[in-house]
């Protein structure tokens, strides 16, 4: 019987490592590992936070067992996004994916805005979607959702920093710094309802996680031409 080939990453460490990699918008955590795995040869490949498929921008992807091994260090991180909020109507998802809930014709002054993202300051407590991973009960939130059933969530406190960029109505674009665990689904939610008009995300960038910037990262288009050449980026601090 024929043996199979040892994993690349028994022989040849030094393809392990984290690659940056900046998500495109339609595609998922998994194309991006099913990708990766063909391109590196090593199967164990993982990554520091997911994206929705709708969202762009930084992904740290794991590359071989050391670095998926320490995927909690990098999960801790802090985040940053550019969010863009379409104001006038909320969602069942708080985002663009979901169905319309709610609609309102009226238009937040540019001082109304700046009062209400500024309550979105510091330690805040968030409660967490019903369309989320999160687990209450053993069951994640999301299961519970598709089928029509909403339940209590506590809040959790969350640290945020967020920032108006521009607004004209109905778009809303902010810069959002927040610790681990915070929903920008629900700030656009959340915005929404303090201002008296419903809102939902529409568009989300992650830009930063931890030390990883944006600038740093690869197109995720590139991963799937033939003439990319897989290297991934070490830090001797792992």
Do not use: W
């Not at 689904?185 to 930063?208: E, F």
């Amino acid at each position: 019987m024929r043996k199979k080939p040892l994993e690349k990453t028994m022989s040849d460490p030094k393809r392990e490592g984290i690659l940056l990699v900046d998500k495109e918008k339609g595609r998922t955590a998994f194309y991006l590992v099913k990708v990766l795995r063909k391109k590196s040869g090593i199967q164990k490949i993982g990554h520091a936070g997911i994206l929705d498929p709708f969202a762009t921008g930084v992904m740290v992807m794991l590359v071989g067992r050391p670095y998926t091994k320490i995927s909690d260090r990098f999960l801790k991180d802090d985040k940053e996004y550019i969010a863009t909020i379409r104001l006038g109507q909320a969602t069942d998802t708080y985002d663009c994916d979901g169905q319309i809930t709610e609609m309102s014709d009226h238009i937040p002054s540019f001082s109304d805005v700046e009062e209400a993202v500024s309550e979105f300051q510091g330690i805040i407590d968030q409660v967490p979607p019903m369309f989320s991973a999160k687990k209450v009960g053993g069951q994640k939130l999301y299961l519970l959702a598709r089928k029509g059933i909403e339940i209590e969530r506590k809040a959790v406190k969350v640290e945020v920093e967020t920032t108006t960029l521009d607004y004209s109505y109905p778009e809303l674009k902010i810069q959002v710094s927040c610790s681990k665990g915070t929903y920008i689904r629900s700030i656009a939610n959340d915005l929404g309802n303090k201002l008296g008009c419903y809102g939902h995300l529409t568009a989300l960038k992650r830009i930063r996680s931890g030390l990883f910037k944006i600038e740093d990262c690869i197109d995720a288009k590139s991963l799937s031409e033939p003439s990319f050449c897989y290297i991934p980026y070490l830090r001797k601090s792992v």
